[in-house]
């Protein structure tokens, strides 16, 4: 017979007798020869015993299943409340990581561990968290006791439902104290509790003769071993095997060599659940969340105020649209974002990613000096190196040969100027000395083109995909007082920066730069919806004003513009971003982040550490000395990222420049093992 999994005992309510079917449940496994070990994290309400307090559910648990008391609990509280109430009597806080460690340590040793909640399963543990967060953090599948009086089917029915909401799998009901002659509404629903619920009643355990918790007696526990069928509870790990077979044969991943990616030992990486700032595979590995997903994750992974909030707009509606209509959530969220935007955006388009959001602003720039009398501005001045996203549009303004060479036949023109790359300077000089000489090259373009020239489009401090190039101080603003100058509009692509990710709401505040257009999307829902928003000024907005025969209006628009789903997060979003004064925080973790680098700028293979806020980008070189690249076909990145993940950390090569951008709230402690397994996995690679 299969190991037992470690599950979680869940009440409906309080006194429906957990413990009890816990120490049961503990003995029916053993008696099946699947050994587990029962943990009770809280116990509250001592009694006095003759050597001084006693906790009756630990001292039976342990007298159950025969592991020694101080195992099997954890917080012990004196009296009989609510846990984190009858913490803060006994002056202690119940901290749920210290529990899921526990827990870990436990299940380390081999066991298969029964966790037993507390009370119900909304019972609070802290502010923040409740039991069902014990499952979600440790991935726990729950079997639900529920007792068999009048009002079990709603009290068994809501805590399946809010198991569900949360991502926890029932594997089975156990109704417990059956009377030895029950009444007609005790036995009917027990039918009715599987019926509605669809899950299967598992035990119906009768009331066991000479059972005292209080006084430890276990009683006749074990002629109620068979009022459990273990073989009835639904299997407790989800089949991927058919997820794996169908990403081989059917999924085509972004810019993924595929060969590569299918020939990959071990096997490609498949994330089944995340917690924190960590995600998990389908075997159960977990991995620090080096890159938020893909630049996306703020907060950490399965926040509980952003799950609320898709939930809560979920129950009003999920989809309805823009184009002459309206909806509450991104009515809302437009004057948010004009709230915490740099000044004078006060206009909201949405889209759902960042490609379209520069799009648009390229359109919407293009359009305007149509209708403000200066059809001859057509033309778009970006950057080398500069990445705006994937769409025919956006590839023409990007820059980075290896993604656009490809497509260059199929691309409009626009004026390419060298950006800042102080570690390669374009123009041989260093900073900061040269009084940004880079810019020489611009100054000239704009000077003969302005008067051609809709709008310059840049990413600004830092362009990211190129591999986090750092643009020195003063390079921003100069760039904006130079469009001034021309009366060239200045869109800025915080697709990547924005929503604190390089140490401010967004990086134009830190030149106290004020775009004409700005494109925002990955951080903009904390990672949970696909959503994007161009910003715009009333100049820009007003140009468009018009009635229908005048034909002004913005002629684009995206099926799922302004969804309310993800507008609702959005919002949720931006307000956990100021409640926890999370652009600060994530500032005084940057600084902590650049003291962990220091020792790896000193390694003999790295040539370039760079950070804006919450963003590295480490380019390895085969010469420090000279700055030589390794040759291309040394794979030296790809080979660092598949290393760190051998030591659970997610990172990304961008050629020879390891990147990584961790969630914005990423615990110190992992943001410390992310750099530690970073320096190892480039140590091991470079000169191992
Ligand atoms: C990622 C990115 C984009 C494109 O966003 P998508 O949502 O992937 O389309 C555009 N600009 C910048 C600066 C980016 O980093």
């Given at each position: 017979?299969?190991?037992?999994?470690?599950?979680?005992?869940?009440?409906?309510?309080?006194?429906?007798?957990?413990?009890?079917?816990?120490?049961?449940?503990?003995?029916?496994?053993?008696?099946?020869?699947?050994?587990v070990?029962?943990?009770?994290?809280?116990a509250?309400g001592?009694?006095?015993?003759?050597?001084?307090?006693?906790?009756?559910?630990?001292?039976?648990?342990?007298?159950?299943?025969?592991?020694?008391?101080?195992?099997?609990?954890?917080?012990r509280?004196?009296?009989?409340?609510?846990?984190?109430?009858?913490?803060?009597d006994?002056?202690?806080?119940?901290?749920?990581d210290?529990?899921?460690e526990?827990?870990?340590?436990?299940?380390?040793?081999?066991?298969?561990?029964?966790?037993?909640?507390?009370?119900?399963?909304?019972?609070?543990?802290?502010?923040?968290?409740?039991?069902?967060?014990?499952?979600v953090?440790?991935?726990?599948?729950?079997?639900?006791?529920?007792?068999p009086?009048?009002?079990t089917?709603?009290?068994?029915?809501?805590?399946?439902?809010e198991?569900?909401?949360?991502?926890?799998?029932v594997?089975?009901?156990?109704?417990?104290?059956?009377?030895?002659?029950?009444?007609?509404?005790?036995?009917?629903?027990?039918?009715?509790l599987?019926?509605?619920?669809?899950?299967?009643?598992?035990?119906?355990?009768?009331e066991?003769?000479?059972?005292?918790?209080?006084?430890?007696?276990?009683?006749?526990?074990?002629?109620?071993?068979d009022?459990?069928?273990?073989?009835?509870?639904?299997?407790?790990?989800?089949?991927?095997?058919?997820?794996?077979?169908?990403?081989?044969?059917?999924?085509?991943?972004?810019?993924?060599?595929?060969?590569?990616?299918?020939?990959?030992?071990?096997?490609?990486?498949?994330?089944?659940?995340?917690?924190?700032?960590?995600?998990?595979?389908?075997?159960?590995?977990?991995?620090?969340?080096?890159?938020?997903?893909l630049?996306?994750?703020?907060?950490?992974?399965?926040?509980?105020?952003?799950?609320?909030?898709?939930?809560?707009?979920?129950?009003?509606?999920?989809?309805?649209t823009?184009?002459?209509?309206?909806?509450?959530?991104?009515?809302?969220?437009?004057?948010?974002?004009?709230?915490?935007?740099?000044?004078?955006?006060?206009?909201?388009?949405?889209?759902?990613?960042?490609?379209?959001?520069?799009?648009?602003?390229?359109?919407?720039?293009?359009?305007?000096?149509?209708?403000?009398g200066?059809?001859?501005?057509?033309?778009?001045?970006?950057?080398?190196?500069?990445?705006?996203?994937?769409?025919?549009?956006?590839?023409?303004?990007?820059?980075?040969?290896?993604?656009?060479?490809?497509?260059?036949?199929?691309?409009?023109?626009?004026?390419?100027?060298?950006?800042?790359?102080?570690?390669r300077?374009?123009?041989?000089?260093s900073?900061?000395?040269?009084?940004?000489?880079?810019?020489?090259?611009?100054?000239?373009?704009?000077?003969?083109?302005?008067?051609r020239?809709?709008?310059?489009?840049?990413?600004?401090?830092?362009?990211?995909?190129?591999?986090i190039?750092?643009?020195?101080?003063?390079?921003?603003?100069?760039?904006?007082?130079?469009?001034?100058?021309?009366?060239?509009l200045?869109?800025?692509?915080?697709?990547?920066?924005?929503?604190?990710?390089?140490?401010?709401?967004?990086?134009?505040?830190?030149?106290?730069?004020?775009?004409?257009?700005?494109?925002?999307?990955?951080?903009?829902?904390?990672?949970?919806?696909?959503?994007?928003a161009?910003?715009a000024?009333?100049?820009?907005?007003?140009?468009?004003?018009?009635?229908?025969?005048?034909?002004?209006?913005?002629?684009?628009?995206?099926?799922?513009?302004?969804?309310?789903?993800?507008?609702?997060?959005?919002?949720?979003?931006?307000?956990?971003?100021?409640?926890?004064?999370v652009?600060?925080?994530?500032?005084?973790?940057?600084?902590?982040?650049?003291?962990?680098?220091?020792?790896?700028?000193?390694?003999?293979?790295?040539?370039?550490?760079?950070?804006?806020?919450?963003?590295?980008?480490?380019?390895?070189?085969?010469?420090?000395?000279?700055?030589?690249?390794?040759?291309?076909?040394?794979?030296?990145?790809?080979r660092?990222?598949?290393?760190?993940?051998?030591?659970?950390?997610i990172?990304?090569?961008?050629?020879?420049?390891?990147?990584?951008?961790?969630?914005?709230?990423?615990?110190?402690?992992?943001?410390?093992?992310?750099?530690?397994?970073?320096?190892?996995?480039?140590?091991?690679?470079?000169?191992?």
């Amino acid at each position: 017979m299969a190991e037992a999994p470690s599950i979680i005992v869940v009440g409906t309510d309080t006194g429906v007798g957990k413990t009890v079917v816990t120490a049961l449940l503990t003995r029916a496994f053993a008696r099946a020869g699947r050994p587990v070990v029962p943990f009770k994290p809280v116990a509250s309400g001592a009694v006095a015993g003759p050597d001084g307090p006693i906790w009756a559910d630990t001292s039976f648990l342990a007298k159950a299943s025969g592991v020694p008391e101080d195992e099997v609990g954890l917080y012990r509280l004196t009296k009989p409340l609510a846990p984190h109430v009858a913490a803060r009597d006994d002056g202690v806080t119940i901290d749920t990581d210290r529990i899921i460690e526990r827990f870990r340590e436990l299940s380390g040793a081999g066991s298969a561990v029964l966790l037993e909640g507390v009370g119900g399963a909304l019972v609070p543990l802290d502010d923040r968290r409740d039991v069902l967060d014990l499952a979600v953090g440790l991935g726990l599948p729950a079997i639900v006791v529920a007792r068999p009086a009048i009002g079990t089917l709603n009290h068994t029915a809501l805590t399946i439902a809010e198991c569900r909401n949360r991502g926890v799998d029932v594997l089975g009901i156990v109704v417990n104290r059956m009377a030895s002659n029950p009444g007609e509404a005790e036995r009917s629903n027990v039918d009715e509790l599987a019926r509605l619920t669809g899950i299967p009643v598992v035990g119906v355990v009768g009331e066991i003769a000479g059972i005292d918790v209080d006084a430890g007696d276990l009683g006749e526990i074990d002629d109620h071993l068979d009022d459990i069928d273990l073989d009835a509870l639904a299997p407790s790990l989800p089949d991927y095997q058919t997820a794996i077979t169908a990403d081989a044969e059917h999924v085509w991943h972004p810019f993924t060599a595929m060969r590569e990616y299918l020939g990959e030992d071990p096997a490609p990486l498949m994330v089944a659940r995340a917690s924190g700032c960590q995600l998990e595979d389908t075997n159960g590995r977990r991995y620090i969340d080096g890159v938020s997903s893909l630049w996306v994750t703020v907060h950490g992974h399965r926040v509980r105020e952003l799950d609320d909030a898709v939930r809560a707009q979920l129950g009003k509606v999920a989809h309805s649209t823009l184009l002459g209509l309206s909806n509450e959530p991104s009515a809302v969220l437009a004057g948010k974002l004009a709230e915490v935007a740099p000044e004078g955006l006060t206009r909201v388009f949405y889209s759902d990613n960042g490609s379209t959001a520069v799009e648009i602003a390229l359109k919407m720039a293009f359009q305007f000096w149509r209708q403000t009398g200066r059809p001859e501005k057509g033309r778009f001045v970006s950057f080398v190196n500069a990445y705006h996203g994937d769409t025919i549009g956006a590839v023409s303004v990007g820059g980075i040969d290896l993604f656009h060479q490809q497509f260059g036949p199929m691309l409009f023109d626009a004026t390419k100027v060298h950006a800042a790359y102080c570690y390669r300077c374009p123009v041989g000089t260093s900073y900061p000395g040269c009084g940004l000489r880079c810019l020489d090259a611009l100054e000239e373009k704009l000077a003969a083109e302005a008067e051609r020239t809709a709008a310059l489009v840049m990413e600004p401090k830092v362009q990211g995909a190129a591999g986090i190039l750092v643009q020195p101080p003063g390079y921003l603003r100069r760039i904006a007082d130079l469009c001034r100058e021309h009366d060239v509009l200045l869109i800025a692509d915080e697709v990547a920066t924005g929503f604190g990710r390089t140490g401010s709401m967004f990086a134009c505040e830190q030149e106290d730069v004020r775009p004409d257009l700005m494109a925002v999307a990955k951080g903009i829902t904390g990672g949970y919806l696909p959503l994007a928003a161009t910003l715009a000024t009333e100049r820009i907005y007003e140009a468009f004003l018009g009635t229908y025969e005048e034909s002004k209006q913005f002629f684009h628009g995206h099926t799922y513009t302004g969804n309310p789903l993800a507008c609702a997060v959005a919002i949720a979003n931006l307000d956990l971003i100021e409640r926890h004064d999370v652009v600060a925080r994530a500032a005084r973790s940057a600084d902590a982040l650049a003291r962990m680098l220091e020792p790896v700028a000193a390694m003999a293979h790295v040539g370039d550490v760079r950070r804006a806020g919450m963003m590295v980008g480490i380019e390895l070189v085969a010469d420090k000395s000279t700055g030589d690249a390794f040759p291309v076909a040394e794979r030296v990145g790809r080979r660092v990222i598949l290393k760190a993940r051998e030591r659970g950390v997610i990172i990304r090569p961008l050629g020879d420049t390891i990147v990584f951008m961790p969630p914005l709230a990423i615990p110190e402690a992992d943001l410390r093992e992310l750099v530690d397994v970073t320096a190892w996995a480039i140590a091991e690679v470079t000169e191992g």
